[in-house]
C-alpha cells in the first residue's frame, strides 16, 4: 500500500526537512526546555564535581565517593540530554556563559566557606532545581506528544529525586 503522506521537500543543502511527527513550534519549545534542562544538569555537575574536589572533615570518604559517582553519572546524562536536542533538530548549548543564562542553579558560597554539610545543602538544592526542570521538561514534551524526551527527563528526574533524598539524609 503506498504512503498518502508527501515525503518533505529536501533543503537547498540536499537534507530533507525534520518530520517526525512534531511541530516545529513544538520540537523548539522541547528544545528549549531541554536547554534550560542542560543547564541545571551541567551546573549541578560542575559543583559536584568541585565539591568532591574540595570535602574535608570527617565525612571525607564517604562524600569523596559519593560525589564522585553522582558526578560521573551525572556527566554520562549530559551528553544523552545535549544529543536529545540535537536529535529534534536544534543546537544544544554549550558555552559557559549559555549555562549561566539558562540555569536556574546560581552559585553560592566557593568551598573554602563551606563544610561538608554546606556542600551537601547545596547539592540537594541543586539535585532538586534539577528536579523541578526535569518535570517542566516532561509537561512541555508530553503536550508536544515527544515521548523520548519525557522518558529521558522522567529517568533523570527519578536519579535527581534520589540524591537529593541521600543527601538529605546525611543532615537528619
Not at 108 to 137: F, H, I, Y
Request: glycine content about 4%.
Amino acid at each position: 500500500m503506498a504512503s498518502k503522506t508527501k515525503k518533505p521537500a529536501p533543503k537547498a543543502d540536499g537534507a530533507p526537512k525534520i518530520d517526525i511527527g512534531i511541530s516545529d513550534k513544538d520540537r523548539r519549545k522541547v528544545a528549549d526546555e531541554l536547554s534550560a534542562f542542560l543547564a541545571d544538569s551541567y551546573t549541578l555537575y560542575l559543583k559536584t564535581h568541585q565539591f568532591h574536589w574540595n570535602v574535608t572533615g570527617p565525612m571525607f570518604n564517604t562524600l569523596h565517593n559519593m560525589f564522585m559517582t553522582q558526578y560521573t553519572e551525572e556527566w554520562t546524562a549530559l551528553d544523552e540530554i545535549a544529543e536529545r536536542i540535537r536529535a529534534i533538530g536544534f543546537l544544544a548549548p554549550g558555552s559557559y556563559a549559555e549555562f549561566v543564562r539558562l540555569s536556574s542553579i546560581r552559585e553560592e558560597q566557593s568551598p573554602d566557606a563551606l563544610d561538608w554539610r554546606g556542600m551537601v545543602r547545596q547539592l540537594v538544592t541543586g539535585n532538586e532545581a534539577v528536579c523541578r526542570t526535569a518535570r517542566k521538561v516532561i509537561k512541555v514534551a508530553n503536550a508536544a506528544g515527544d515521548d523520548p524526551s519525557v522518558d529521558l527527563a522522567t529517568q533523570r528526574l527519578q536519579v535527581h529525586e534520589k540524591n537529593a533524598w541521600m543527601l538529605r539524609s546525611l543532615l537528619e
